[in-house]
């Protein structure tokens, strides 16, 4: 998008019949950079690239206040995140990531990102209820993976008791990229129109690992090629949730609170795009008790 304005304001007529070409627009550096500390493990995470000129990206790391940056990466990753496994718990890690380019060369680093991997115990699982360390809890519905309770390290409930429908709706865009909207009704006034299905059921998974809870599920779907009849469909999308407490602090103030990671795999076949639509009421009820969400 930047680029198209800006080839548009530079291309301007300098002479009857004559007009100047637009120069090269360097690609801007990555932005968006997220880095979680683990159990000797960093997540990192960033916007992808808006430029076709970008076709991968390189990782870097300064160990320490003294330390000098180095590329952890060996060759280029194509994918918008990384896991450094090389971090050693209590050591604070600068990170900054580059855009690589077609012939090879590096856009300029993103702006940093630090993190300090830290021993974190395995929450703690009763059934679908999970215990992180800090105390946060949440429960995932058996059948579905909705999130159907969150509660503070004091009890206090921070879901909302209103949630309705599936935990996740995908909704098409058109050929301006806008919604698709369905009818509007009393209860759901401009609702965009769900290619993902209500569901009773999902098959899928719930794995405990480094401080993170992930739930890996399959939802149906609708729409061209597609046919849906008592809960199955030919076409699915592939889903992972990952669950984790997180701190930031802001000013003077330290907030915390747990992390929704979302990962989909969605069929191609929707050329103008989708959004994607949470449905599970976070922080209505918390902030109502006066409890920080």
Not at 24 to 45: F, H, I, R
Not at 191 to 214: E, H, L
Request: neutral net charge.
């Amino acid at each position: 998008m930047h680029k198209t304005i800006m080839t548009i304001l530079i291309a301007v007529a300098v002479s009857a019949g004559a007009v100047a070409p637009a120069p090269a627009v360097e690609p801007l550096s990555p932005c968006g950079l997220v880095a979680e500390g683990t159990n000797g493990k960093v997540y990192l995470n960033w916007n992808p690239s808006t430029f076709d000129e970008v076709l991968s990206y390189h990782v870097y790391r300064t160990d320490g206040p003294a330390g000098k940056r180095k590329r952890i990466t060996k060759t280029p990753v194509t994918q918008p995140e990384y896991v450094d496994g090389t971090a050693a718990n209590g050591t604070l890690y600068a990170y900054s990531v580059t855009g690589v380019l077609k012939g090879g060369a590096e856009t300029p680093h993103s702006p940093g990102a630090n993190a300090t991997p830290v021993e974190m115990p395995a929450p703690k699982r009763d059934k679908n209820k999970f215990t992180f360390a800090d105390g946060q809890q949440i429960e995932l519905d058996a059948a579905t993976f909705k999130l159907i309770s969150w509660k503070s390290p004091e009890g206090v409930q921070l879901a909302s008791p209103t949630i309705y429908g599936a935990p996740i709706y995908l909704t098409e865009l058109d050929d301006r990229g806008l919604q698709v909207a369905e009818h509007s009704t009393e209860e759901r006034p401009q609702m965009s129109k769900p290619i993902s299905k209500t569901y009773k059921k999902v098959n899928g998974r719930i794995t405990v690992d480094n401080g993170r809870v992930t739930a890996s599920y399959s939802i149906p779907m609708a729409g061209f090629g597609a046919t849906y009849s008592g809960g199955s469909s030919y076409i699915q999308t592939r889903v992972w949730e990952t669950w984790y407490p997180v701190e930031r602090k802001i000013g003077s103030i330290i907030y915390r609170g747990i992390a929704r990671r979302i990962e989909l795999d969605v069929p191609s076949y929707y050329q103008d795009g989708f959004a994607l639509i949470l449905n599970d009421g976070f922080g209505i009820d918390g902030s109502c008790k006066a409890a920080v969400s």
